[in-house]
């Protein structure tokens, strides 16, 4: 079945260096579409990115990700990350078959 | 314009009562979705709904869940026989148009269940 892999659990960088979070995926279907989500402490998870088109990079407050179909990736990256970046961060895919899959999950810790 | 609504908010229930979650998504949305999270679980999809059918319902436990759509303003998620493992904050979502499961989707605040 489909399925979204986050490498790390938890990603801890020190504030204006710059951070990638993993994300890669198997599934079946051609037609998907990815998304990064943020959820901040005591929020509700929020769409930062989102992307069905094949290297097309997409960028928003400062994040950038391009899906990949050749090599399944949908990494998350900021070439300068902030304080206020802390928070869980979720790789998500929804595939033309209605099924919709999410990764576990990634910590991302800025310190100063 | 309001987000997705949830309530409760917060929720206690003893062991082996019934809990009922309900959710108003965005006006116009054709999609509601249900998630379950723990620390340790982290999200879990449950179900969701488009133009109030059923589409997937892959993540309901078998037992004691289940997930209604009876008109377009409102869904509800029920949980019989609560046990302490159901408790999670359980997160509601909608979308827009016919993107289903590729559309972006607009979370509520969550129901916080707690089952003592």
């Known amino acids: 079945g489909d399925s979204v892999t986050q490498t790390e659990g938890l990603v801890t960088v020190t504030e204006g260096l710059p951070v990638k979070l993993n994300c890669t995926y198997q599934?079946?279907?051609?037609?998907?579409?990815f998304f990064w989500y943020v959820q901040y402490l005591n929020e509700a998870p929020q769409v930062l990115l989102k992307?069905?088109?094949?290297?097309k990079r997409t960028e928003h407050q400062g994040f950038h990700a391009t899906l990949h179909k050749s090599s399944s990736s949908f990494h998350l990256q900021k070439s300068s990350a902030q304080l206020s970046d802390s928070a869980l961060y979720y790789c998500?895919?929804?595939?033309?078959?209605?099924?919709?899959?999410f990764g576990d999950g990634t910590q991302l810790v800025v310190k100063p | 314009n309001a987000g997705v609504i949830q309530t409760p908010r917060h929720k206690v229930t003893g062991k082996g009562q019934e809990a009922t979650l309900w959710c108003e998504p965005i006006?116009?949305?054709?999609?509601v979705f249900w998630y379950r999270q723990t620390i340790v679980q982290g999200l879990e999809f449950l179900t969701y709904?488009?133009?109030?059918?059923?589409?997937?319902d892959s993540g309901m436990p078998k037992e004691r869940f289940s997930a209604q759509m009876p008109n377009q303003s409102h869904s509800t998620l029920k949980i019989q026989s609560t046990q302490p493992q159901d408790s999670a904050v359980y997160l509601c979502?909608?979308?827009f148009g016919t993107g289903g499961a590729m559309a972006e989707q607009f979370f509520g605040p969550g129901t916080r269940l707690t089952v003592l």
């Open positions: 709904f488009r133009n109030q059918a059923p589409i997937d």
């Open positions: 979502a909608s979308s």
């Open positions: 992307s069905s088109t094949d290297n």
């Open positions: 006006s116009g949305h054709s999609a």
């Open positions: 599934t079946t279907y051609l037609t998907i579409a």
């Open positions: 998500a895919g929804g595939d033309s078959n209605n099924r919709i899959f």
